[in-house]
């Protein structure tokens, strides 16, 4: 089964940055729908950001867009979600998540459309 682990959260100050990784644990598939998202207590789960790991397509939510940067390595089957000029309202649980197989093409940053959930890693900014 696909499994997957992050890691790189942590308490940054505002402006600062992190980078958040997701390594797959059992890679069959040629190509991936990876896709980050995040949930602030008392609030809905939002889509962050995606990647069609087949061509390297990406999109981005509205309120990270130009601050956040999601990229792959293929050699270490990992995802990242490069964060910088962070703000509190950054501040959730961010959760990797796996369409394997999947091209993103069906709404990238739409929860229902992955398989596969890491535990979350959290990001805390103040």
């Known amino acids: 089964d696909v499994q997957l682990v992050e890691s790189g959260g942590g308490s940054v100050q505002v402006g600062e940055s992190l980078r958040l990784s997701c390594e797959i644990s059992l890679y069959i598939y040629s190509s991936y729908c990876m896709g980050w998202f995040r949930q602030a207590p008392g609030k809905e789960r939002e889509g962050v950001a995606a990647?069609?790991?087949?061509?390297?397509?990406?999109w981005y939510g509205g309120s990270v867009k130009g601050r956040f940067t999601i990229s792959q390595d293929n050699a270490k089957n990992t995802v990242y979600l490069q964060m910088n000029s962070l703000k509190p309202g950054d501040t959730a649980m961010y959760y990797c998540?796996?369409?394997?197989?999947?091209?993103?093409?069906?709404?990238?940053?739409?929860?229902?459309?992955?398989?596969?959930w890491g535990q979350g890693t959290q990001v805390t900014v103040s």
């Open positions: 990647i069609y790991t087949g061509g390297g397509l990406t």
């Open positions: 998540a796996a369409n394997p197989g999947g091209n993103c093409y069906g709404g990238p940053l739409q929860g229902f459309n992955y398989y596969y």
